[in-house]
């Protein structure tokens, strides 16, 4: 600093030059020198009609620098009267970058680059002019040209403070100054002291001033004259800036109040305040304010009170500890803005030392940095201070703030590439994958998900690079001022960051040891630039400088560093390949002779990696790729060519093969990237293809096909995985040895517009510019679905409790999906404009709409197909700024908000009606500002409906009365920019705003000091922000998806019930239970301590299915993994001691006015795990998805006493896997459905029922001499899986194991019985071996991948294999006396099937195995040896099902082709010969014949011969195959979907069932065989019901469908009568009048519609239960005339709002009259899924009593007397019923529940029996006519009971 002592105490900046000479400094245009009277001295005077053409420069070149070190720039001068002029300041900085500060009076706002800052100057006038009191009472100065009496000015501006709040950087030296018209200038000085141009040197003796102390006067040859008696301030302005503490707009040049009794913030304001309040009103209010209704102005605030409503105070800067790694930290970045409400005054001091509460950015709660008040538009800075400063109020009080500090992290991004899409890398470890998500460089963990981040950058990412340990990441980005960071990557903290003048950098590469980085770009003459820094000190903290720098007009579109030598490099582009090296400062290149191919677009380029040390130069291979499909192989030390291969598309020629074209021929694929390892090439392509090559390209041996072209590969180091990127957003890797595919990362491809969030199940959809809407999991960030449509969307909404949401798209259509079914449920094409606006109201009720020009519309949300309740037109204010949230609705779903019918209006209406409620102009609130204020974004409090929050044109925040239009707050500067979104927490504590790129969290009630934090990271404008439902984190969208935490302190106040953070199951009275919805059980909070059970504990239903999303998460303490079955109670007395249990009965209330007993029913709890992925291959099962669970609390009745016995069972289940088993030497034939083994007599059809699971049985086993069946199921409520050993016999279960914690996949018995193996599923791949005795765990082995079959082998008793995702494992059981062991050896599957997965396995007597693979393929291996000998293509699809039988084998797929094949040549295959490929193979095996069968093949059990034999598919069904001639016949049949109904004829001869799948069968009583089927294709058959005649000619069943039409079939012609269509929604019941003469049928809208059978006319369309769907109609004969009625039979419907209406009619003489009307109350519905349904029916003992059941106050059967009118008889229900059914015989009532119990009830006394036959609810009963049989249905199941009474 001694060679800078010249420039103490100051630098007069004219006389250092020389100005008069002007050698060192330049004059342009007008610059003239005059006399100035007030100054008395010669001054220069700059004009011009345009600033920049007239102007004066110092120095006089650019190149130079005046290399002025000074803190503080004085500039004297006065701006031309009625003009504009312009300065500029370019400053250097410590880090070597010039940054531009520029100030004028043309500047209408501040704003901010990385390298430059503009000012708005603001001209002060005269004292006592019209100009000053205009600026008092506008409270800031003249914006624009400079008033006539605008006087010499003084300017300080402090370099330092101003660089290191607005940029973070350290000021180093003034380089130059440009003074620009139009102004009068005196001169300039720069100075380390603080100048007082007021104080003369006298004074400031008496004052104490001197330099030693920082301060002083203005030199004498610098200061202004001021004649005697006359103050300096009255004829001079003096500017400060960065302003003290002074009510003055922080980003703009302007004077502020200097006076000594002016430094009491909240004096002025009160003087500013009355001032203003006497200026008029400006004329555009003034027109307004007579045209709308008054709205009462808010109350004024107290002088004393801490404010609440108030303008943002001006504010300093603050600064704690110093950090240097602000810009990334692990994971935990953060940047945030603080802002003060406060009006307290501040005591006076430097700028960059006072706490007004200013900006500052965080990483950690013990980081800190200065920063102005306002967000950058492109970066934020800070500044580091090197020791805590300790800021103190005026009434010495410590600063309240907003806590916790900061408030939110960031913890995850969805999103991947902004820039540039061909830009990601590895880490040295391969355990991480870093890449750019716009602005932001992302490293994410592979395992785990999680991520980390660097923030720094303020543009777009275009390049990234690591050197060869990865310790060093640069990185890149866009724009025209292209600047690179230097990052410590494990670390996180930016070491570097620096400059390059070009355009966007398209590539950086380091060198293997990082002492060397190398950019290209193109410079300002778009030509291309190469530069290389030298940066071996940077990790020592070192600066980065230029080894060389060359201009080229060559295209480079990509350089690398070699990794063998640091100044080598070479690049390709467009017709060139060039190598490069640097060598004495310079770099230079020379091109490799392309040939004949010079004119080629070459994309990549990579060296074949090798040991450095040991390979010579000369053996360096360099690859190049090209757009044209051509990889060019070349020598590095000769550069020269060595080889040329090209990638053509693929030809489909004979036997679907794939041949290459020939090399001159066809277009080429282009390849985007190429990468090399030491063993392998990969190359990404624009057909979407990863390929891998080996280094000679003589074949593929891998490939992945994306959706997209692949724009970057790049092999990890230990050559194990390949990452590949996507122009379609995607990112993931090839795990070459597991031949597996794993997605990273999906992103949008353009702008985010708007989300909206589910918090039931944690997922959240998004609409974009690309045209998609996408659903994502927020915890795995995986994409769960992808809704393209050609229309843009606009806007999205979730429904709060389903899984359903709706869509908005720019053409104003707006749909509405289904996610569980992917389909779309409604599409509305009300609106003309683009939707801007869509919600669901709270409750699920309503769903709105507002489109661009005006309209809003009202949809029923509570009906599936959503239809519209009312539409209004030009109610909201027109355009599509306000999108994606235009509208709001009240969090009690009473009101809803928008912005219209223009924008000064906001417009509260009725939520159910639309009706105006309120009209509140915004405009008028703020009578003293100039312009009229506009709304622009309106949301309501969730915790206070009466607060109505306003975001305005005017940076404002309004909080309106709902009630009444009050103002009741107002926040001012609430974003530089305008808001862009705004929501509040539920509980009222917290707001949220977006503006521009920044995210803003305010203390609600605006009480704190400091009430906001701001945070960073967007690199474009934020399009919608919201709190995540369960209130713990936060969202943001725009260029990516934010997902914030949100780091707020719990308080007291959240501890009550209500609270989604405290909820716990405890026993509790029903009524005393809390009143919580699904979103607020949806709170994924840890908590500190389980709850303790109270005693005695409540029944507890748990589940662990997967999807746990359809639930609520609730507390849970489980305290032994064993469930306990409590026993049920009976009414009046205590549990029994003896074990066997009492008769059961269910309370019977005969009074009206008395309650049954509560039987309260707890909420289901449902518990989910991390799963593994389930392997893609259907041979693995996987149980049917159910949301229901077994009640455990069911009492079945003793053996002998039963009332009800099963007798049959319709059907097979198709979902099993090897769940048939047939022994036709004993006759033994034996299957599954549902939870139920079916021992079958073939010849007779008799059946024995094997009971003793509870969910739906995977598979089976037969013992070789078949006196034992082995049957494998679920565990009940999250239990292991359940293998029951059954006696066949005598169908005893002889033995129970349970071991497997997932589904049980296969199980097998040995040849010689002694041995039983069991295999787990995916989720727990475990192999079991059993002692077949005593069936005791003898050994278990768990394998890597999923197990998919096994089996014994026939000839060797100790031998077994498995197959599976990883290969085959060949199994050896080893006995040491009593001790078993189980070794293992896995073997991969041959490199011949290709990537494919080993699905099925049997063994042929030989020494030979067969497997079969998932892509069709057989493979034979010797057991002995364990190689494959032989593949052959048996199938073109997956091969589930292999079954040897001596020289012939069978193979079944899911093309539904079942093949036999001769494989005798088999006999002479030696281990030493091996065929691989088709051609050999087809000499050895013969297929011998093939059928097609109805579905996927999944059993299958033949003879020894394999003559005959039985296979099962999926569609439910049992073949029996006879090879000798060829046929098939039908053994078992049932539907493969839901069962809807089932129903008797009135003969009860045949019986008629109807499914999903639009089928309708009619069976045959008492065989149970089908006789026909009746199919209709791509419709559900929804009821089904028989004519009452009960002559077979004339029988007639009638069914309805999805599509609204109603099909009557008759049974004797096999035919279909007629097709009816009287509804336009779905049929949901159906019924014959009791005579025939009519069929009634009900829609899913509610209509019932009576048609004739004869002709199919319409009679009528009764409308009274419109808009709730019909359950039930029922028609019964009854004379009507006791109850006053013509009439001869009855008939009721019953709907789901829980209403009943009983009609008289005549249909012979068209009579219909309403009977009664019954309407049962019920409190509302809080459940995850929908409420039971309502049912009725006719008591068949006495008509004119109707049954009923439904959702309501208590669980319960009513009986409702016609005649009396009133309730007669309830019997209490422990559980919902979801169907019931009356038999005519023995007063019984069977009714089935979701808990899968079937509860057979004597009406008369109450007592009941339990039956838990069912795998899942319970959906249908039927008692037959004469009340003999019963039918039950739970999903597909039928079960056929014989009832015998109670």
Known sequence: MASKGWQHPYVNIFKHVKVEDWKRSAKQGDVSTYTDKRLKCSVFRIRGPVPANSCILVPKNSNQSLGLVGRYFYLLFRPAPGKYFVAHLDVSVEEGQVVRISFSNMFKEFKSTATSLQFPFLCGAAKDSVYESTAKSARHGLVGAAPASVRWTCLMLDLQCTLSVYLNRCHSQLKTVKLCANMAVKNMLTSDLLLDPGVSFSEAKRMGLASSKGTGPMPRDMSYPVPKGVSWHDLYDYIKFPSEGTKLPFDSIQKGNLQPEANCVSDQRSLTREESSCVNLSQPVKDRVPLIQQITAPKPLLRNRTPVVTDLPDLGVVSTHQSDDWLSHNGDQHQRESTSSSSQPFTSRPPWDTDDGGVHVHVHPEDGFSEREEESEEEFVCTPVPHPVHLSLSKERRQEKLLPDPILRLNRIIGFGGATTKCALWSKSGDAVVYPCHAIIVSMKISSKQQRFFIGHTDKVSTLAFNGNTTLLASAQTGNHSVVRVWDYHKGNCLAMFRIHAHSLSSLSFSYGGGTLCGVGKDSHSKTMVVVWNTSNVSKGGEVTILAKAHTDVDVLTMKVAFFDDTRMVSCGRDNIRLWRVRNGTLRSCPVNLGEYHSMDFTDVAFEEGNSSNQHLDERTLFASSRSGYIFEIDYSRVVIRNIRRLLPAQQQHANRREKLTFNTGPGIAINSISVSSSFCSTGSEDGFLRLWPLDFSTIFLEAEHEGPVSLVSVSSDSLRVLAASSTGSLGFLDVSSRGYNTLMRSHTDTVLGFSVDGVRRHLTTASSDGTVRIWNMDSLHQLYDFVSEDSPSSVAFHPSEQVFSCGFSSGIVRVFDISSAKMLAEHKQHRGEVVGLAFSPDGEFMYSADSQGSLALYNASEEDHNVVRVVCNVLARGTERAPDALTVSSDSRCVAFIGPSEYIVTIADSQSLDELLHVDVSILDVQSPRLDSALRVCFSPASTEHLLVATSANKILWVSTKTGRLLREVSKVHKHQCSSLAVSEDSRFLLTAGHNAVKVWDYNMQLDVSSQMFIGHSQPIRQVSFTPDQLGVVSVGDAIFLWDLLAHPVESLKDSRSPLRLSYISTPKSAQPDVSGVQLSSGMPRQTAPLPSSPPSRLDISTLDQVEQGALGSLSICDDTPTIPTATVTGSGPSSDPRPAVSFLQVTELVNTSPMNTGHMNTVELKGKKPVRPDCYRHFIPRFKTSTLDQAAVTPQPGEEGIKLKAVIGYNGNGRGNMVWSPDQGLFAYSCGCVVVVEHLHTGSQRHLQGHSEEISCLAVTNDATTVASAAGGSNGSKSLICIWDVQNGTCRNTISHHGGAVQTLAFSRDDRFFLSAGDFSDPEVALWSSDTFKLLSSVRVSGPIHDAAFSPSTASQLACVGSQGAYFCLIHTHGSDVDLKVQKVKAPVEVGDAELTALCYHVDSFLFTATNRGHVCVWDVNTQRCLMTWEADEGEIGVLLCRGNRLLTGSNTRWLRLWDVDALQGVTPQEKYCNEEDSGTMVVLEQEIMLDGTTISAAFDNT?????????????????????????????????????????????????????????????????????????????????????????????????????????????????????????????????????????????????????????IRVINDHKGALITTIQCVNEQCKHFGLEGNEMWLAASADRRVSVWAADWSRDKCELLDWLTFPAPAYFGGDRPPPSLAAFCPADPSLVVYTGYGVEKELSFYSLTKKQIMKKIALPDWATCFSLSCKSQLIAVGSKERVLKLIKSTSGRFQDFLQHSDSLQTCRFSPSGTLLFTVAFNEILLWEVQGL
């Open 1506 to 1658: 394999m003559d005959m034999g039985i296979v099962g598919t999926t569609a439910g069904t049992l073949w029996y195959i006879n090879w000798s001639d060829g046929g098939s016949i039908r053994l078992v049949s049932g539907h493969k979907t839901k069962v809807n109904d089932v129903a008797f004829s009135a003969d009860e001869r045949h019986f008629a069932t109807c499914s999903e799948d639009g089928s309708v069968r009619v069976w045959s009583v008492p065989g149970n065989e089908l006789v026909v089927q009746f199919q209709v294709l791509s419709q559900a058959c929804g009821c089904v019901c028989w004519s009452p005649s009960s002559r077979k000619e004339s029988a007639c069943v009638a069914a309805g469908y999805s599509d609204g039409t109603l099909r009557i079939f008759r049974l004797s012609s096999s035919e279909m009568e007629m097709k009816l269509h009287p509804h336009q929604v779905a049929v949901t019941a159906m019924q014959y009048s009791a005579h025939g003469h009519v069929i009634l049928s009900a829609g899913k809208n509610g209509l019932i519609a009576v048609s004739s059978p004869v002709n199919g006319a319409a």
